[in-house]
């Protein structure tokens, strides 16, 4: 009995636990979804100006409207900024990304379970599991098969924009052959012929990597001369230039046909209605003195010494009367 209450003599004093005690939660408990690893490092600090800088400029609030594709990026641009020896890049992602969030997106953040977040892997997936849902995925993918060069919009415009949209959704698993055939096709006619003619006659006969490659190669050389660039015009000022041009080429057109015509089709000889020689009435040398011409209105002028006169009721050359006379004049 003497070593049990020595025993028991020895024992802290239990503390004493009112109800209040059970359901006021302890200062020292941690409730948040991300445990972060623990930095050896004493030259370790996040000053208040990246955290100033990434609450004004970095935000992402989970509305629709938002890419959490681009806030990942962009905040991973910034974190590769940061080096810290003996610091992982994991410690300053995980340290960090929590003031990125705002509105629905900060609030979602802190329902997840505790500790459920060990590294970075684990945020971006829990991330773009709820802000990249299946219904967001199938949505840009329309947006890519759907694609189609706008009007007034270079091929380079066409092709940043294209590229832009593939971007937008990282998972669209859509082959790169694919990918060119719908860019390819939904480019208007202009834009495909030059395509066409800088291959070589048809892009059919190449692959998916030349067609890619050469679209790459004829994009970078427009952007190393911007002003062959057509950019955006103010309105009337297109369709102005578009109708002159049409005019323009209207007009070469119709002197190619008139060329071809006269090519195709020779002069043909003069017959002089007098002798019946190769060459005009009026150069005739059957006439010694006087020489005949039909006016438009079917008179005859009779031309005689340089003298001029018209006379009335003389028969057209066409008629019978009128070759007798000059046969008559001939033999004189």
């Known amino acids: 009995m003497e070593n049990l209450e ?21 200062p020292n408990t941690n409730w948040t979804s991300i445990i972060t690893p623990t930095i050896q490092a ?8 990246i955290i100033a800088m990434l609450q004004n ?11 959490p594709n681009e806030h990942l990026e962009r905040f991973l641009d910034l974190c590769a900024t940061f080096k810290y020896n003996g610091v992982s ?14 509105g629905r997106a ?23 599991s709820k802000y990249f849902s299946p219904a967001k995925t199938i949505k840009l993918r329309n947006e890519i098969s759907q694609f189609v060069q706008e009007s007034e919009e ?27 055939k719908i860019f390819y096709n ?22 998916h990597e030349e067609v890619h490659e050469l679209i790459e190669e004829m994009t970078t050389n427009m952007y190393q001369y911007p002003g062959e660039r057509s950019g955006k015009k103010a309105a009337g000022v297109y369709k102005l230039e578009s109708s002159t041009t049409l005019q323009t080429q209207l007009e070469a057109l119709q002197k190619q046909v008139a060329t071809l015509q006269q090519q195709s089709n020779p002069a043909v000889a003069s017959i002089c209605e007098i002798c019946g020689g190769g060459h005009v009435d009026y150069e ?17 002028i009779q031309i005689s010494h340089g003298t001029t006169q018209i006379n009335q009721g003389i028969p057209l050359p066409d008629s019978n009367h009128y070759k007798l006379m000059c046969n008559k004049k001939r033999i004189q």
Not at 186 to 207: E, F, P, Y
């Open 89 to 102: 890049d994991d410690a300053i992602r995980l340290r960090l990304f929590k003031f990125t969030l705002a």
């Open 6 to 26: 020595g025993i028991h003599d020895e024992r802290a004093p239990i503390s004493r636990r009112t109800m209040e005690d059970y359901v006021t939660p302890s």
């Open 42 to 49: 004493n030259n370790f600090d996040m000053k208040p100006q």
């Open 186 to 207: 939904w480019l208007n006619i202009n834009t495909r012929s030059m395509i066409d003619v800088v291959s070589g006659g048809s892009i059919s006969k190449k692959t």
């Open 284 to 300: 005739c040398q059957g006439w010694t003195h006087t020489a005949i011409h039909t006016t438009l209105a079917g008179e005859i």
């Open 154 to 180: 270079h091929l380079s415009e066409a092709w940043e924009r294209f590229n832009g949209l593939l971007k937008r959704c990282p998972n669209h698993k859509i082959e790169l052959w694919r990918q060119i």
């Open 106 to 128: 900060k609030t979602w953040l802190n329902t997840l379970p505790t500790g459920s977040i060990v590294t970075w892997e684990d945020l971006q997936k829990k991330f773009l």
């Open 57 to 67: 400029h970095y935000q992402f609030s989970g509305l629709t409207h938002e890419d």
